[in-house]
T-cell receptor, first 110, second 116 residues
């Protein structure tokens, strides 16, 4: 079993919709959780960083971490065509390299 | 967020030659840098971890003599693909972390390597 599981999609939504992206993981030692956005042929861009359980909001983006269920989510409100990209979840514990999901491909249609 | 610059963004080379990719942290000192490889529609695969001033730690299956990593300063790490072959063609991405206690990692723009 991979340590991090993420549905690759693709996920297609109309502009303005609320998007829900999620990942599950198996390693209970993971303490910090990140979401990256990656456009085609570009490096990943850090969107959200969360340490331990809880919610974090930044503009249209909300990240949730439920360590008891080993489940993390990223919500995008009022989605825009410019949000079309691949979203990667990543997680780890201090001092170690990140563990990535495969990425979910999102398409927001006008 | 912090800025990581990777150069070149794309390179085409002949089979058998070597290619060097640079990764620089522009506004912070990176004690640790990571090198990843990404195939189309796949996630990032960690190749190696490098700490400034010490030898890189390679992941299983990654040939250290083929992928030479140097992290000579707190702002620069290089990956050299030696004797490149077409199967080395891929998207290579570096990331940098300011210190072991700062968990956020920032990525470079990536380098598209094509070996012909």
């Amino acid at each position: 079993q991979k340590e991090v599981e993420q549905d690759p999609g693709p996920l297609s939504v109309p502009e303005g919709a609320i998007v829900s992206l999620n990942c599950t993981y198996s390693n209970s030692a993971f303490q910090y959780f990140m979401w990256y956005r990656q456009y085609s042929r570009k490096g990943p861009e850090l969107l959200m960083y969360t340490y331990s359980s809880g919610n974090k909001e930044d503009g249209r983006f909300t990240a949730q971490v439920d360590k008891s269920s080993k489940y993390i989510s990223l919500f995008i409100r009022d989605s825009q065509p410019s949000d079309s990209a691949t979203y990667l979840c990543a997680m780890g514990h201090s001092g170690y390299a990140l563990n990535f999901g495969k990425g979910t491909s999102l398409l927001v249609t006008p | 967020g912090a800025v990581v610059s990777q150069h070149p963004s794309w390179v085409i080379c002949k089979s058998g030659t070597s290619v060097k990719i640079e990764c620089r942290s522009l506004d912070f000192q990176a004690t640790t840098m990571f090198w990843y490889r990404q195939f189309p529609k796949q996630s990032l695969m960690l190749m190696a971890t490098s700490n400034e001033g010490s030898k890189a730690t390679y992941e299983q299956g990654v040939e250290k003599d083929k992928f030479l990593i140097n992290h000579a300063s707190l702002t620069l790490s290089t990956l050299t693909v030696t004797s490149a072959h077409p199967e080395d063609s891929s998207f290579y991405i570096c990331s940098a972390r300011e210190s072991p206690n700062r968990n956020q990692a920032f990525f470079g723009q990536g380098t598209r390597l094509t070996v012909v």
